[in-house]
């Protein structure tokens, strides 16, 4: 059974960084694609990020330039790196793995 459970959301002022992690169970890990999503109250998901078993990533254009996507297959984890926040990038961020998987989430919150 896949579970994915997401790490290091809270709060943090204009201008900061947090870095989300992801844990992955299940056997495949290394040739599925991986992707960040987000929610913000009253909006639709929306993709954030995206990375390959290759390692090819796609970003949203709101995120490029701040937001990197990362995987460590040994780890079975995937990383979301988020530098210069705004607060329109309060959401709650979720985690996907390819095969309709999708984590609980963990709040991000950019506030001053």
């Known amino acids: 059974q896949v579970q994915l459970v997401e790490s290091g959301g809270g709060l943090v002022q204009p201008g900061g960084s947090l870095k989300l992690s992801c844990a992955a169970s299940?056997?495949?890990?290394?040739?599925?694609?991986l992707a960040w999503y987000r929610q913000a109250p009253g909006k639709e998901r929306e993709l954030v990020a995206a990375i390959t078993s290759g390692g090819n990533t796609n970003y949203a254009d709101s995120v490029k330039g701040r937001f990197t996507i990362s995987r460590d297959n040994a780890k079975k984890t995937v990383y979301l790196q988020m530098n210069s926040l705004k607060p329109e990038d309060t959401a709650v961020y979720y985690c996907?793995?390819?095969?309709?998987?999708w984590g609980q989430g963990t709040q991000v919150t950019v506030s001053s």
């Open positions: 996907h793995r390819g095969g309709g998987y």
């Open positions: 299940g056997s495949i890990f290394s040739i599925v694609a």
